[in-house]
């Protein structure tokens, strides 16, 4: 066998196209999406490399024009978790054992798959089934999914050259191994790359994994399946099921060969999994690992000195695009009185042009929630506090669902800044913005900081350096993502490592090495060249 310390490519990110009217890229994109309309994906599991099909096959449909069929996925039970345990289990050896660089080969050429041929192909699908406009389907599925890809693989290597120091006579050698089992990897919709990113960061580092992607996600997690497949990914190696939450979990968190989860997903169902596990640690032939990325009530900070027209666009941009169904939407903001006419005019100038429809309409900036249960509950919202004299309606409030599930993007101004859309998380296109006195603004920081349980992103707009240095140490542990002067979303692998502390999550930073860490278990190995043949020591002699 043939050795070699090998340099894998420098990683850069994914440029962003644009799909300005007639741009071949543009023209690409609607060509993929016709052709998914024009027909009925047939949406299979994966378990061992195999496509897998049960008796009961579940519609999807675009949550702008629910009327639509895109295709079927089959829904699997209890025996297709089981199915994919011991594939992932059956492929482990081998795959732990491949060498490295032909384990990153098969996640850089996916990368390459998906900025190339597979690009329309993975955009229209997250445009399609999870209702995303082009630009932020292709920030998502193709430029995020590709970075996590290639900068993962540079991550990994970094980490594999971290060694510990020898003494003389002695050399000591740092090995990372996967983990002892398999990876459950449980995905979010909002995401493409998420989903793509959560199965293959643990199968990188030698894990085997089985994956169960939202059921509103299915559609772009096959194309992310077929990319794999055909970039070379072994069987078993990533185990693809659609099987309900509950019905897999009480399979996969009472095996004996459970390793770890990595999540991303809501607070309660995190803290219940994390229950969970402890409940059944007894079982577990190691201490699993918990990598979650949980819920946001992001803040944006307005300070006097901030310029309103820069507060205005970053809080439209953080608060709307993609109907605030991001973890690190803008959903509370927090803005002086002196500035508050002039950001509120600019707000409601930018809103009156925005366009809402469907994604095949390039000119629409706002798009449907994601289904039936998300509209019931953010209209709920809005309709309470259409009834709160306490609130106003700066704009939007109104919603239809009878084509789509489409909301408004909507700006309450409350007066109380405990009202409840302050506090909790709504995962759609709401804002509530209180307004203080500039005097009142060391108060204003406490409140940011104490109102939420979360701490995912935030933000602050301000000229003044010194209060910028404050409001950083103030609130250094409210966010895990904080923004000077920006909005509190848009975070690029490689540059702003991802995730949040308190009720957000683990803080284990997706796009890192931190990340990474978390899917090997390190083996330190001694190697003495001379051993002692007698057990004295020199301090033993004699005067």
């Not at 449907?368 to 704009?395: L, R």
Request: hydrophobic share 40%.
């Amino acid at each position: 066998m043939s050795f070699g310390l090998f340099n894998v490519p420098t990683p850069a990110n994914e440029p962003v196209k644009e799909y300005r009217p007639g741009s071949p890229e543009r023209e690409a994109l609607k060509l993929a999406l016709q052709d998914f309309r024009s027909q009925e994906t047939d949406i299979p599991m994966y378990i061992d490399g195999q496509e897998v099909r049960s008796d009961r096959k579940l519609r999807v449909a675009p949550p702008h024009d629910h009327q639509h069929t895109l295709g079927y996925f089959y829904e699997g039970d209890s025996q297709h978790v089981n199915q994919a345990i011991e594939a992932a289990l059956a492929a482990k050896d081998a795959w732990a054992n491949l060498s490295w660089e032909h384990r990153a080969s098969i996640f850089l050429k996916a990368a390459d798959l998906i900025a190339g041929p597979y690009r329309a192909r993975i955009n229209a699908a997250t445009m399609l089934g999870q209702s995303k406009n082009a630009y932020q389907a292709e920030i998502d599925s193709a430029c995020e999914l590709i970075d996590f890809l290639r900068f993962n693989v540079h991550y990994a290597t970094d980490i594999y050259r971290q060694q510990p120091n020898s003494s003389p006579g002695v050399w000591n050698r740092l090995e990372y191994r996967p983990l002892e089992g398999f990876v459950f990897a449980l995905t979010p919709f909002n995401f493409t790359a998420i989903a793509g990113n959560l199965p293959t960061s643990a199968a990188l580092m030698g894990n085997t994994v089985v994956w169960k992607p939202a059921y509103t996600q299915v559609l772009s997690a096959k194309v992310i399946m077929e990319v794999l497949l055909e970039a070379g990914l072994p069987n078993g190696v990533i185990n693809l099921i659609y099987v309900d939450g509950p019905v897999a979990g009480e399979v996969i968190f009472n095996h004996q060969d459970f390793a770890g989860i990595h999540f991303t997903g809501s607070t309660g169902v995190f803290q219940q999994i994390w229950g969970t596990i402890g409940a059944n640690i007894h079982k577990y032939k190691s201490y699993p690992r918990i990598v979650g990325e949980t819920g946001g009530k992001d803040f944006v900070l307005v300070h006097k000195s901030a310029d309103s027209d820069e507060v205005a666009t970053g809080l439209v941009r953080g608060a709307f695009e993609y109907q605030g169904q991001k973890c690190s939407a803008a959903s509370r903001a927090y803005v002086p009185s002196t500035l508050w006419p002039a950001i509120e005019a600019r707000m409601k100038q930018f809103l009156g042009k925005m366009k809402m429809g469907v994604t095949e309409d390039f000119t629409n900036f706002i798009n449907a929630v994601i289904d039936e249960k998300s509209f019931k509950k953010i209209t709920a919202y809005i309709d309470e506090a259409k009834q709160n004299s306490q609130v106003s309606i700066v704009s939007g409030g109104n919603y239809d669902g009878s084509k789509g599930y489409f909301v408004e993007p909507t700006v309450l101004k409350v007066n109380d800044p405990k009202y409840r859309t302050m506090c909790e998380e709504i995962f759609g296109p709401v804002l509530s913005i209180y307004v203080y006195e500039p005097s009142e603004f060391e108060n204003v920081v406490k409140l940011v900081n104490d109102t939420s349980p979360y701490a995912l992103t935030g933000s602050i707009f301000a000229k003044d350096r010194y209060v910028i240095e404050q409001v950083s140490h103030s609130l250094q542990n409210a966010a895990g993502n904080f923004y000077i002067n920006d909005k509190p979303t848009g975070a690029v692998v490689g540059q702003q490592p991802f995730g949040g502390a308190r009720a957000s999550g683990t803080n284990d930073k997706a796009g890192s090495a931190l990340n990474l860490y978390r899917w090997v278990s390190a083996r330190t190995i001694k190697e003495t060249y001379v051993s002692p043949k007698h057990y004295g020591y020199p301090f033993l002699q004699g005067e």
